[in-house]
């Protein structure tokens, strides 16, 4: 199960992460979703566990908790959504 944890401290690792999820069961890997243009965190992320039982467990645990200073939000990540292409504009010399 993809698991959304949302709210996190800057400053949080991928192995920060590992751990606190580890605690409820397997964790198979972790996302710390950053900026592409300054590399500094977006303030949430991804875990994936692959035992449902396990995962739903750890998101009826930590959802609202407190992590590094900061109430996590944590959820089943949803599919992302398709946004629509940009109109790339034309300019004429």
């Known amino acids: 199960m993809n698991i959304y944890i949302g709210n996190l401290n800057w400053s949080a690792s991928s192995e920060d992460l590992s751990n606190l999820f580890s605690a409820y069961g ?4 972790v996302n710390i979703v950053n900026d592409k243009f ?8 991804f875990v ?7 995962a739903q467990r750890a ?5 609202g908790q407190s992590f590094m200073q900061r109430n996590i939000t944590v959820n089943e990540a949803r599919p992302r959504e398709d ?3 940009r109109e790339r504009r034309q300019y004429n010399d």
């Open 59 to 63: 998101i009826d645990s930590l959802n």
């Open 38 to 45: 300054t590399g500094r965190s977006k303030g949430f992320g």
């Open 26 to 29: 397997e964790v198979s890997s």
């Open 48 to 54: 994936e566990m692959p035992d449902a039982a396990s």
């Open 83 to 85: 946004k629509p292409q």
